[in-house]
T-cell receptor
Framework: NAGVTQTPKFQVLKTGQSMTLQCAQDMNHEYMSWYRQDPGMGLRLIHYSVGAGITDQGEVPNGYNVSRSTTEDFPLRLLSAAPSQTSVYFC????????????FGNGTRLTVT | KQEVTQIPAALSVPEGENLVLNCSFTDSAIYNLQWFRQDPGKGLTSLLLIQSSQREQTSGRLNASLDKSSGRSTLYIAASQPGDSATYLCAVRQDRDDKIIFGKGTRLHILP
């Protein structure tokens, strides 16, 4: 059981480049989300989805796009990378409702120069 | 806007002591509260989940409590060990929009 799989593990971008961080889960979870983690800031919610075809903004959505065409996949797109987007990005998933724990991927460390 | 606060930000205690980590939240309209552990450079591992209708959950040496009306939760760690050294984060799942909001964590160091 793979759980939540994120790729790539590491990425270096130049300012202005675009890229997509991939996230896939094999647990048939309706809920998927993206967080960024910066020193001293904890985890901040970027975007989330409660099911295929549905996405919503989190706390820090600017500069990021998402789509949810399937239950399994929830890619995060950086349209024009900026140094302020240097961070560790985590994808997480769960069933909806009150009794479902959140499962995390291993993270993607992104550096924008 | 939901705000989740964890106090203290860092804590060092000798091995063997019992300790309490605190988490508070401003909006009590939640489905659940979760406690996570994060080791340096790693992802997050779920430790305990307390549903809004529950008062506490236990797993081994860990006990988490929830007082929803006052917006507080505690994580009690009994007989601490050096392997408990990690960052502990709490998160609340809001019932109006399903957002899961995290606190900034408590960095715990158990001294051998």
């Amino acid at each position: 059981n793979a759980g939540v799989t994120q790729t790539p593990k590491f990425q270096v971008l130049k300012t202005g480049q675009s890229m997509t961080l991939q996230c896939a889960q094999d647990m048939n979870h309706e809920y998927m989300s993206w967080y960024r983690q910066d020193p001293g800031m904890g985890l901040r919610l970027i975007h989330y989805s409660v099911g295929a075809g549905i996405t919503d903004q989190g706390e820090v959505p600017n500069g990021y796009n998402v789509s949810r065409s399937t239950t399994e996949d929830f890619p995060l797109r950086l349209l024009s990378a900026a140094p302020s987007q240097t961070s560790v990005y985590f994808c997480a998933s769960s069933y909806r409702g009150g009794n479902s724990p959140l499962h995390f991927g291993n993270g993607t460390r992104l550096t924008v120069t | 806007k939901q705000e989740v606060t964890q106090i203290p930000a860092a804590l060092s205690v000798p091995e063997g002591e019992n300790l309490v980590l605190n988490c508070s939240f401003t909006d009590s309209a939640i489905y659940n509260l979760q406690w996570f552990r994060q080791d340096p450079g790693k992802g997050l591992t779920s430790l305990l989940l307390i549903q809004s209708s529950q008062r506490e959950q236990t797993s081994g040496r860990l006990n988490a409590s929830l007082d929803k009306s006052s917006g507080r939760s505690t994580l009690y760690i009994a007989a601490s060990q050096p392997g408990d050294s990690a960052t502990y984060l709490c998160a609340v799942r809001q019932d109006r929009d399903d957002k899961i909001i995290f606190g900034k964590g408590t960095r715990l160091h158990i001294l051998p």
